[in-house]
């Protein structure tokens, strides 16, 4: 059965640098999606892409992150320079229409900012 | 403001037990309800998704109710097994918002 994969699955970084965190939706889906879950707290979204263009964004999704889709198969997220409160599990998911139909997630980066 | 709420953090129930969870909504329309189940330290997995005009749904063990009036969704599972116990999310899709999740319920099937 197709799935979302993530990597990696924990990334360590220090206060202030970046990261880039990568997902490979499943093959034929059309919609992308970041989302974050800090720890006890519940799943947030950041961003859905379409189109090769940001569909829409939180006020989370401010301007130190960015996705990409570099090529046919990747889609990542980028925390240009990353805060202690940055640290959470970070989600991909994809979907074949909007966030009218069920999406599927990846298993999730642990992202700890020290 | 816009809330969505899961009436408890925690839910311990024997095994073969119906679990019954709910989901409150406040200041949404929502189009569509989901819900999803998550374990510990692994992404959310579908499981269900409820149309505004549909009242019922079902899969194998579990069943979804909606009703629109009272705002709120039932999520029931039935002939509990020990293997069901996860947390459990709901998650709207109102007019132009993307999908909000709820807090969700830690289910405990005890054997």
């Known amino acids: 059965e197709p799935e979302v994969t993530q990597t990696p699955s924990h990334q360590v970084t220090q206060m202030g640098q970046e990261v880039i965190l990568r997902c490979v939706p499943i093959?034929?889906?059309?919609?992308f999606y970041w989302y974050r879950q800090i720890l006890g707290q519940k799943v947030e979204f950041l961003v859905s892409f379409y189109n090769n263009e940001i569909s829409e964004k939180s006020e989370i999704f401010d301007d130190q992150f960015s996705v990409e889709r570099p090529d046919g198969s990747n889609f990542t997220l980028k925390i240009r320079s990353t805060k202690l409160e940055d640290s959470a599990m970070y989600f991909c998911?994809?979907?074949?229409?909007?966030?009218?139909?069920?999406?599927?997630f990846g298993p999730g980066t642990r992202l700890t900012v020290t | 403001s816009q809330k969505i709420e899961q009436n408890s953090e925690a839910l311990n129930i024997q095994e073969g037990k119906t679990a019954t969870l709910t989901c409150n909504y406040t200041n949404y329309s929502p189009a569509y309800l989901q819900w999803y189940r998550q374990d510990p330290g692994r992404g959310p997995v579908f499981l269900l998704l409820?149309?505004?005009?549909?009242k019922e749904k079902r899969k194998e063990r579990l069943k979804v109710t909606f009703d629109t009036t009272l705002k709120q969704s039932l999520f029931h599972i039935t002939a509990s097994q020990p293997a069901d116990s996860a947390t459990y999310l709901c998650?709207?899709?109102?007019?132009?918002?993307?999908?909000?999740f709820g807090k969700g319920t830690r289910l405990s099937v005890i054997a």
């Open positions: 998911a994809s979907s074949r229409d909007r966030d009218s139909y069920e999406q599927y």
């Open positions: 409820i149309r505004e005009n549909e």
């Open positions: 093959s034929n889906h059309l919609y």
């Open positions: 998650a709207l899709v109102s007019g132009n918002t993307p999908l909000v």
